[in-house]
């Protein structure tokens, strides 16, 4: 459910009208509904309810300050894969003691920046990283929380570009590697092994290959306290799949069952660390129908939006719904489109033989689900600067990132002023 709906034959976000925040910022700009981001977090807390659980949003789904920060006022906690992301979910008002940073790169500085912010746990994932993180804890003089993230070998059936949990994969730690890699952590200086993690993928439609996972997961904690080893905290990461076109998608109480079932009972402190569940149907990416062009065989809307601000058609052919801000008369037929953008590439498609209906140049539109995973991935290519994000809620709304302009962009470059400048033959 989100706050995404028709008034009068207008699109609203909550209770503002999403052509009257157009015309204050211009177009292309992301919307999200603050109502929609929380109903969605409180729906996956409440589905683990009277377990000790900590639900660390994903922050790459919507690294938004200000939703971050709706979020953790909601009782969030924040699951990252950078320093970036560390600096924004302390900048949102996230405590240390409720963050957990995975990822295969973490650099020193990073690992350092989290141990400074007294983060919940590290999840690891190789061997070469445990010692570097056990160096940078020991000169530091703390002691590092570290948990390995393993890799179960699950194929969670999802598109080959987010599935993370097969051994051909670079995530995690093989599994069968397992409680090598946790005596060798124990051994180590600077660091205190305090659970496990899992990761297997993204936009999962299906819990099985959570249940397979989750199960080795039991398996394996078994093993490792049999090892002599402290697992007080199991992270089973995110993943839970969200509608983006018309076909069910587990229910949170499903997947919270599915997890609960298989670790509910260890005595440990679940980590889940959801990001697209949470912020996918809560954002809009509003666009202007700039021209409507006849072309031989199709018809085109070309809009101000494109695969820079929206990148997810073009690297994973996703669907989103389109809908035109303002709801055609009834009886008005559909036509069939392609909706592109401006960039010099045929990828730049937004989506593909739709169905919309007839629409007059400068009318705006809106691509659904849009606030996961789409934001967080725009570029600048053919130099569109980044657009505009807002967030509204009830009938406010708030600017809380500023359109980049073109001079924003020149002013990050210079040219050099060698004096055997390189222009010459
Ligand atoms: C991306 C990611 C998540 C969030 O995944 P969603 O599919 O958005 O729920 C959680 N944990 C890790 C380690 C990730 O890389």
């Known amino acids: 459910m989100d706050h995404f709906a028709y008034r009068d034959g207008h699109l609203f976000a909550e209770d503002v009208a999403v052509s009257e925040i157009a015309n204050a910022v211009g177009t292309p700009f992301?919307?999200?509904?603050?109502?929609?981001?929380?109903r969605h977090y409180d729906v996956f807390a409440a589905a683990f309810e009277g377990h000790d659980a900590l639900v660390a949003y994903a922050?790459?789904?919507?690294s938004s300050v200000a939703v971050i920060r709706a979020l953790a006022r909601r009782g969030a906690g924040a699951a990252l894969v950078s320093g970036g992301e560390l600096r924004r979910a302390l900048a949102a008002g996230v405590a240390g003691s409720r963050m957990v940073f995975s990822g295969v790169g973490k650099t020193r500085e990073e690992m350092g920046l989290a141990l400074d912010a007294g983060i919940l746990q590290f999840n690891v994932e190789s061997e070469p990283e445990l010692r570097a993180?056990?160096?940078?804890?020991?000169?530091?003089g703390v002691e590092a929380p570290v948990a390995i993230r393993i890799n179960p070998d699950v194929d969670a059936k999802v598109h080959r570009k987010i599935t993370t949990g097969l051994r051909e994969n670079k995530f995690g730690i093989e599994w069968t590697a397992a409680p090598e890699i946790y005596a060798r952590a124990?051994?180590?200086?600077?660091l205190k092994v305090v659970g496990m993690s899992v990761h297997i993928g993204s936009q999962l439609l299906?819990?099985?290959?959570?249940?397979?996972?989750?199960?080795?997961?039991?398996?394996?904690?078994?093993?490792?306290?049999?090892?002599?080893?402290?697992?007080?905290?199991v992270d089973v990461g995110g993943g839970l799949g969200i509608p983006y076109d018309d076909l069910p998608s587990p229910a949170p109480e499903a997947y919270a069952r599915t997890v609960l079932d298989a670790l509910g009972d260890l005595g440990c402190r679940l980590v889940l660390e959801p990001g697209r569940m949470i912020a996918g149907n809560a954002g809009i990416l509003v666009a202007r129908l700039l021209y409507r062009k006849e072309g031989a065989v199709r018809t085109f809307y070309v809009v101000d939006a494109a695969m820079n601000d929206l990148l997810r058609p073009s690297l994973y052919d996703a669907y989103h719904h389109?809908?035109?801000c303002r709801r055609p008369a009834p009886g008005v037929g559909n036509i069939e489109v392609d909706v592109v953008g401006p960039v010099c590439e045929t990828g730049d498609t937004l989506a593909r033989q739709r169905n919309l209906p007839p629409m007059a140049e400068g009318e705006l539109l809106a691509v659904r689900t849009a606030g996961a995973y789409c934001a967080v991935m725009a570029s600048a290519y053919n130099s569109r600067p980044l657009v505009p994000e807002v967030l509204v809620s009830g009938d406010r709304w708030?600017?809380?990132?500023?359109?980049?302009?073109?001079?924003?962009?020149?002013?990050?470059?210079?040219?050099?002023d060698w004096p055997d400048g390189d222009d010459r033959a």
Do not use: W
């Open 186 to 190: 124990a051994a180590l200086p600077g």
């Open 398 to 416: 708030h600017l809380a990132r500023r359109r980049l302009t073109a001079v924003d962009l020149l002013d990050l470059e210079s040219v050099p």
């Open 59 to 62: 922050v790459k789904a919507n």
């Open 322 to 324: 389109i809908l035109p």
């Open 30 to 38: 992301y919307c999200y509904s603050r109502a929609t981001l929380c």
């Open 206 to 233: 299906d819990l099985e290959p959570f249940r397979q996972a989750f199960a080795k997961m039991r398996d394996m904690v078994f093993r490792l306290r049999a090892d002599g080893h402290r697992i007080d905290i």
């Open 133 to 140: 993180l056990s160096e940078v804890a020991t000169a530091r």
